[in-house]
């Protein structure tokens, strides 16, 4: 019995490089290396929010979450700022009597000088970014509101479905717990909202 049967060859035709192009320009790498890391650190925003509040029972420290983001953003700087000092003494490091040609010629060159570029500009980009008060705040409202998408639907379907438990000290304390939740809770949504109340 044959367990593994040879296929016959097909006919896929011949190969043909594809045409040289440019590489992109340093500014759209940039600017997509950008959106990357910034989805990355919203996520990051994100899980941390729906632990502190679902787990720990804190409530949202949007100066904490700005300084975590910030501390993430100089994070990658270092990192792109470490990536492009490898590069360079690669480049640098690399002989005339080379046993690896490919490595000597002026493309590999050329190539090396721009990664290295890009590496200092994303590194530059993430950095200013880190010192940007209004970016930080930024990304912790939209980490928050996409932590409440994602928990919301959970505490509506559980508060739908969950008989309240009512003790004896429940009923006597129902009174001020409504006050309370309108004095703040209602009050401070409202004002989220931007309703005027009378």
């Known amino acids: 019995m044959r367990w593994f049967r040879r296929r016959r060859g097909g006919w896929l035709g011949t ?29 990051t925003l994100r899980n941390r929010i729906i632990v502190d509040s679902l787990r720990d029972g804190r409530n949202l420290d949007r100066s904490a979450l700005a300084a ?10 270092d990192n792109e700022w470490e990536s492009a000092q490898r590069v360079r003494f690669r480049r640098e490091g690399v002989r005339l ?16 000088e721009r990664r ?13 970014r880190a010192a940007q008060p209004d970016i930080l705040e ?16 959970v505490i509506v379907e559980r508060a ?7 003790d ?12 309370a939740l309108l004095a703040l809770d209602l009050t401070a949504l409202a004002v ?7």
């Open 15 to 43: 190969y043909e490089p594809p045409e040289p192009r440019e590489p992109a320009p340093i500014e759209d790498v940039i600017d997509d290396g950008m959106l990357i890391a910034e989805s990355v650190l919203r996520m």
């Open 68 to 77: 975590v983001a910030a501390a993430e953003l100089e994070a990658l700087a």
């Open 97 to 112: 009597d080379d046993p690896f040609p490919d490595e000597n010629t002026d493309e590999y060159r050329r190539e090396s």
């Open 116 to 128: 290295e570029k890009v590496h200092l500009a994303m590194s530059e980009a993430f950095a200013a």
């Open 138 to 153: 930024s990304l912790v409202e939209r980490a928050r509101r996409e932590a409440w998408d994602e928990v919301a639907p």
């Open 160 to 166: 739908a479905t969950e008989e309240p438990v009512a």
């Open 168 to 179: 004896a000290g429940y009923a006597a304390e129902r009174d001020e717990r409504i006050a």
């Open 192 to 198: 989220e909202r931007g309703i005027e109340l009378s």
